[in-house]
């Protein structure tokens, strides 16, 4: 396991036993199942019912700030792991440091060496074997996460820089942020938009939750996917939930789905269908749950009603 990881555990572990809070996380096996829109609808719902806090731990590709439309209030930087850097008038150029690199991120330049900072790992290798002491390890700068304000609440969410690692860290950071903010503001709920897939970001952001909502799609791929997500869900003893959208465009994977969650003692509390009514509430950056008389909002009211049964 990584550290990582490792951290999002520990902090999942911390924020548990928090009184009447509860925390709810949507995630998805895979990319493309409607994740995001489901929990956009889910933070308009709850919004209307008492005050939450809302987080985008998808710092990868995040885009529930598109349908929110956030007003940014604090920005903050992101320090994860080192990178070594050679200072060029101090540098013999002796080569031990590309000698002793692993990762080939030592390099030749204008007869010294320097370093690659997307090929670097930080371990340090180049640091100690250095005779000149020619070389630094510095803190990498990997991303930002950010406290915005949105018409449902506030909404906590992060950017990771491209070819940067330990997304799961910084998910932990986003999470524990507005964690604190929803304790320090009584908020009764935490909603938490997660990345897709089942890697280290989604453990940072599911571990130690009250629910979670497995949105899923009735295809190959999302069947697959879906029952990996559940598996892991499953080891971190988070209680599951599954949501079905698309659900009117392969009924026998339907049924699939439906037999491998009634087998697995977990409840479908939805089948949202297929509609452009979708499409229109993004393209103009609202809730899907905001347009009315559809069978859309119809159904993801039905299953947010399902959902707070869980939560209560």
């Known amino acids: 396991m990584t550290h990582s990881c490792a951290d999002a555990i520990r902090v999942g572990a911390r924020v548990t036993g928090y ?24 933070v308009h719902l709850a919004s209307q019912e008492a005050p939450i806090v809302i987080a985008d731990a998808d710092v990868d590709a995040a885009n529930l700030e598109l349908v929110l ?36 991120a030592v390099f030749p330049c204008n007869g010294n060496y320097a370093v690659d900072a997307l090929a670097c ?36 969410h992060a950017r990771l820089f491209a070819g940067q690692e330990n997304s799961g860290k910084l998910v932990t950071v986003v999470r524990r942020q507005a964690w ?31 629910v979670a909502l497995v949105v899923t799609e009735p295809t190959v791929s999302g069947v697959h996917d879906l029952q990996r997500i559940l598996s892991t869900i499953a080891h971190f003893g988070v ?13 026998k994977k339907v049924q699939e789905i439906e037999s491998f969650c009634a087998s697995n003692g977990i409840e479908v509390v939805g089948h949202v ?16 749950t905001t347009c009315t008389g559809n069978a859309v909002s119809v159904e993801l009211r039905n299953a947010w009603k399902r959902i707070k049964g869980y939560l209560e």
């Not at 700068?141 to 906590?156: D, I, K, M, N, V």
């Open 180 to 210: 604190l903010w929803a304790r320090d503001t009584a908020a009764r709920l935490l909603l938490i938009d997660g990345p897709p897939g089942i890697g280290c970001p989604v453990i940072a952001a599911s571990t130690g939750v009250n």
């Open 239 to 251: 209680l599951a939930l599954v949501l079905i959208n698309k659900a009117d465009l392969n009924f």
């Open 121 to 156: 790992e930080g371990c340090a290798a180049c640091f100690y074997q250095c005779p000149a002491g020619a070389i630094r390890m510095e803190e990498q700068h990997a991303g930002q996460w950010y406290r915005s304000q949105t018409r449902f609440g506030p909404l906590f």
């Open 19 to 42: 009184g009447v809070m509860k925390q709810l996380v949507v995630l998805s096996g895979k990319g493309g199942t409607g994740k995001t829109t489901v929990a956009a609808a889910l």
């Open 69 to 104: 439309s956030p007003t940014r209030l604090e920005e903050h930087d992101f320090l994860s792991g080192q990178v070594a850097v050679i200072r060029a008038q101090t540098c013999s150029a002796c080569g031990k440091c590309a000698e002793v690199c692993r990762f080939d």
């Open 273 to 288: 269908p297929f509609d452009t009514v979708v499409t229109r509430a993004m393209v103009h950056g609202q809730p899907v």
